[in-house]
């Protein structure tokens, strides 16, 4: 699961790079605001194909609700698509959450027991955008020392049982031996605490040997799909009414359930 921003027809704060305006002056509410939609996506993957690393995606359906406070409808969309898929899947089956880093993600999804049983993994690529931060923290950006640091353990995070206990050895022996000033102090106890916390949600090595996947690219490109392709257009605002029956319609098409949700509206045209 993932969050992407829609443009609301409601007051709101504005967001975005902040304007350079003289101390003491506040930014006014605007008309619009952008607030956080939530989208699911459910992904059927199968073997390993020779000469591939990763397994094959077999097939995909999806879930997505407007903005919502603590998105409770999205939440209970999510699991009732869940329970439907286990039905229909042998117990053979390994079940994965796999996801980016949002704190309140995580929160959900490891204070719930119903994903006790699934395996849980952060996005690889996710980590490294973090490594690379962490790289520019110890040595600067832009610098040759910076790229080879960060070459190195993304490389061990990716191939090594203990990656990201390496990364972390790495940063308190590097941010001991090394003259920081403050400010790259603080960014780089950033990404260590980010190491810290999730550790035991980077078994990419061990992912990899059983060809299990360790990328959240299908929820991504659901967020692009479902919701940015058709509602961020050139000057479309949206009311959460209305842009739920939008998401609904998508996640319908994009799901391969459109002829099932179409037949089930004729037999409730015909029963009125």
């Given at each position: 699961?993932?969050?992407?921003?829609?443009?609301?027809?409601?007051?709101?704060?504005?967001?975005?790079?902040?304007?350079?305006?003289?101390?003491?002056?506040?930014?006014?509410?605007?008309?619009?605001?952008?607030?956080?939609?939530?989208?699911?996506?459910?992904?059927?993957?199968?073997?390993?194909?020779?000469?591939?690393?990763?397994?094959?995606?077999?097939?995909?359906?999806?879930?997505?609700?407007?903005?919502?406070?603590?998105?409770?409808?999205?939440?209970?969309?999510?699991?009732?698509?869940?329970?439907?898929?286990?039905?229909?899947?042998?117990?053979?089956?390994?079940?994965?959450?796999?996801?980016?880093?949002?704190?309140?993600?995580?929160?959900?999804?490891?204070?719930?027991?119903?994903?006790?049983?699934?395996?849980?993994?952060?996005?690889?690529?996710?980590?490294?955008?973090?490594?690379?931060?962490?790289?520019?923290?110890?040595?600067?950006k832009g610098t040759d020392e910076a790229d080879a640091w960060y070459?190195?353990?993304?490389?061990?995070?990716?191939?090594?049982?203990?990656?990201?206990?390496?990364?972390?050895?790495?940063?308190?022996?590097?941010?001991?031996?090394?003259?920081?000033?403050?400010?790259?102090?603080?960014?780089?106890?950033?990404?260590?605490?980010?190491?810290?916390?999730?550790?035991?949600?980077?078994?990419?090595?061990?992912?990899?040997?059983?060809?299990?996947?360790?990328?959240?690219?299908?929820?991504?490109?659901?967020?692009?799909?479902?919701?940015?392709?058709?509602?961020?257009?050139?000057?479309?605002?949206?009311?959460?009414?209305?842009?739920?029956?939008?998401?609904?319609?998508?996640?319908?098409?994009?799901?391969?359930?459109?002829?099932?949700?179409?037949?089930?509206?004729?037999?409730?045209?015909?029963?009125?």
């Open positions: 699961m993932d969050g992407v921003n829609v443009l609301l027809n409601e007051k709101g704060k504005k967001m975005g790079r902040p304007t350079d305006r003289p101390k003491g002056k506040k930014e006014k509410e605007t008309k619009t605001s952008y607030k956080n939609a939530m989208v699911g996506s459910f992904s059927l993957y199968g073997e390993v194909k020779e000469g591939e690393k990763c397994p094959q995606r077999l097939g995909c359906c999806y879930a997505a609700h407007m903005p919502e406070d603590r998105a409770a409808t999205f939440k209970a969309k999510f699991e009732a698509e869940l329970d439907a898929a286990e039905i229909l899947c042998p117990a053979t089956v390994k079940e994965i959450m796999l996801c980016d880093g949002a704190r309140a993600i995580w929160k959900y999804l490891e204070g719930n027991e119903r994903f006790d049983d699934y395996e849980k993994l952060i996005d690889y690529f996710h980590s490294v955008e973090h490594l690379s931060l962490a790289a520019e923290a110890l040595f600067g070459g190195q353990y993304a490389k061990k995070l990716l191939e090594e049982d203990k990656g990201a206990q390496s990364i972390l050895n790495s940063i308190d022996y590097h941010a001991k031996v090394r003259k920081l000033p403050k400010s790259r102090q603080k960014d780089l106890a950033t990404q260590r605490t980010f190491y810290r916390r999730n550790k035991g949600k980077m078994n990419y090595a061990d992912f990899r040997r059983r060809g299990l996947p360790i990328g959240s690219g299908p929820v991504e490109a659901a967020c692009k799909n479902l919701v940015k392709t058709r509602m961020y257009r050139s000057g479309m605002r949206w009311t959460r009414e209305g842009g739920q029956r939008i998401l609904d319609l998508r996640c319908y098409v994009k799901s391969n359930r459109w002829d099932a949700f179409w037949d089930e509206y004729k037999n409730l045209r015909t029963a009125a």
